[in-house]
């Protein structure tokens, strides 16, 4: 079982900058983070493999977005730049044994953290 908790969620304007955090129970598995804006499906952001070896960004956040990990704080982190009004949305942590793009293969979810991004 691993247990996730998102943190740096929050307000900002547009152009501006965030950064999220996911502590992780531990464990080797892939982590990524997802985004739901309302009345919209969930969509992988950025997943990033345990050696992080291998790392996926959707192409709207592609030169915006940086995920990286430190295993040895068993953490997750999403820097986000240049930040548009369409970023806006609840960012989940999440973990899988299996890289994909599809939410119902992963394995384990965070509670969520709220980004608002002002026009």
């Known amino acids: 079982q691993v247990q996730l908790v998102e943190f740096g969620g929050g307000f900002v304007q547009a152009g501006g900058s965030l950064r999220l955090s996911c502590a992780a129970s531990?464990?080797?598995?892939?982590m990524g983070w997802f985004r739901q804006a309302p009345g919209k499906e969930r969509e992988l952001v950025a997943s990033?493999?345990?050696?992080?070896?291998?790392?996926y960004y959707v192409d709207s956040v592609k030169g915006r977005f940086t995920i990286s990990r430190d295993n040895a704080k068993n953490t997750l982190y999403l820097q986000m730049n240049s930040l548009k009004p369409e970023d806006t949305g609840l960012y989940y942590c999440?973990?899988?044994?299996?890289?994909?793009?599809?939410?119902?293969?992963?394995?384990?979810w965070g509670q969520g953290t709220q980004v608002t991004v002002s026009s």
């Open positions: 999440a973990a899988t044994s299996i890289l994909t793009t599809s939410p119902q293969h992963w394995d384990y």
């Open positions: 531990g464990s080797r598995y892939a």
């Open positions: 990033i493999g345990w050696i992080a070896d291998t790392t």
